[in-house]
């Protein structure tokens, strides 16, 4: 009988075996018996091996490919008859969808590095799956197949759990709050320490301001050495004076990002 699993997981033994297992098992929980497709735990005693691989492959709508360290130079990739290369070129010659999936710090794949042949997967964005925080990176690779794949979006068992929120985003309780004063959030302006023996308050980095009676003064400028972006410094009678300072500063990128 032909499997119809939506996710082939491709995988060489005693080199991404232990993460196949855990990808197999998150697909399985997640969006059902019979949507993920991995050959040891599928593949029933008597049912021929190639045949079996081939209808699975065929039928599904992503290939993951586990790709752990020292996998694209392994010699294996460069055999014809190797399982893991033939499963590739088969999905990347009908079209299938290839997700590599890189284990912990193995480094992106680069195409000099592979058989000619699979030198495309080095232009395929890859996912990344880490040990220390597995549970977050399989929750993004689950929800990148329920994205991909219209069944699976349907039966997706975390759909409802799921919510479409940007990164960085903050939540406050504040219905229990009586008073009349403005709300902040300390995100916005970092640690609070207040000295009520000097009447000042320091707030993040922005430095002291007086909380005490009297008037208001700022004076010197103080830059750290990243205030973050769009930080301004406003000194002076806003005469548009040189006590106006403003610095823009530029985010790093995620360190997976650079290519």
Known sequence: MPYKADVFINYRTKDGEHVAGQLYENITKRFGEGRAFRDGSTLTPGQPFPTGLMDALHASSVCIAVVGDGWAASPLLRREDDWVR????????????VLPVLVDKTP????????????????????????????????EIGDYLSDMVPALRESDREAGQREDKPSGSVHNAAGDNTGSGTLIQT????????????????????????????????????????????????????????????????GERDRDGDR
């Open 108 to 139: 992106w794949l680069k195409a000099a590095e592979l058989p000619p042949e699979l030198a495309r997967l080095a232009e395929i964005q890859a996912m990344r799956l880490r040990a220390y925080d597995s549970r977050h990176d399989l929750a």
């Open 187 to 250: 995100r916005d302006t970092g640690d609070i320490d207040t000295s009520t023996h000097t009447n000042t308050t320091s707030i993040g980095r922005a430095g002291h301001v007086n909380s005490g009676s009297g008037d208001q003064h700022n004076t010197a400028p103080q830059h750290a050495p990243r205030l973050g972006d769009g930080s301004s410094y406003v000194a002076g009678d806003q005469s548009g004076g040189s006590g106006n300072t403003n610095t823009f500063y530029r």
């Open 86 to 97: 033939r499963e590739l070129l088969e999905a990347l010659e009908r079209g299938i969808t």
